[in-house]
């Protein structure tokens, strides 16, 4: 079937977009991305050949962060930029070249619609969902440095509590690569807490193999940057992803305070 003008492969003029945006007039100098923000499937990938009751399951989105993403957007005065379409339809946190982009298994989840996909299916997964999300967050980064507000990105996640058969101890992780300055003043502002169990590069360390958004978007622009990592049985209501949105705020309000001390944020 064609639709005359219609270019799209993937995505029809009536489906959800893939990027969202909060808060765009932000004056946080944290900006704040979730790249597992959604579990939406087009509708030209039907489920995916998978039941119902694996599309809701962690490996199709990170449980629980949408709700605390856009509150702590909201308490921080800060832009968030989301992708709202699985990752099994294509992984925005991962290099487009990486197996794991298209995942053909997940965890123990073999995923029927990613087995034998042709490549020109494939360069439609990037080109309508994973490249416009990227483009607007260099974008958003340019017209910051733009207007003279510095930029320091927070990349927000949450885990599964058991990963293939194994429980993870961590209520939280704090995630980096090449950033000196910002991961360990969240450990030490996460370890002061008192009442949680912080994971330093847990339960996943950032690299440029397995990562897209903090080594592309900060790392190579030279911004300040981490990932979080929440446990997701921590923020499965409103309430948790509340609690959570609350104590991030704090911190980095905390963190902000300090930063500026410090003469490190500027443009
Ligand atoms: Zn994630």
Redesign the pocket.
Known sequence: MNHAGDTSLLLTSEEVPPVGEYNAAGRSPFFLTC??YGRLIPRALGDLGLPESERVRHIAW?IGIAGVATMLSQQLDAHLIVQRYSRLVIDC?RPPHAASSIPRISEATTIPGNQGISSEAAEARRTEIFDPYHRRIDEIIDQRRTAGLPTVLVSL??FTPVYAGVARPWHIGTLYQRDTTLPPLLLKHLRSEGDLVVGDNEPYAVSDETDYTIPVHAEARGLMNTGIEIRQDLISDPAGEKSWADRLARIFGEIEAELRQRGLLSA
Request: cysteine-free; glycine content about 0%.
């Open positions: 790249d597992h990170d946190n996640h949450s």
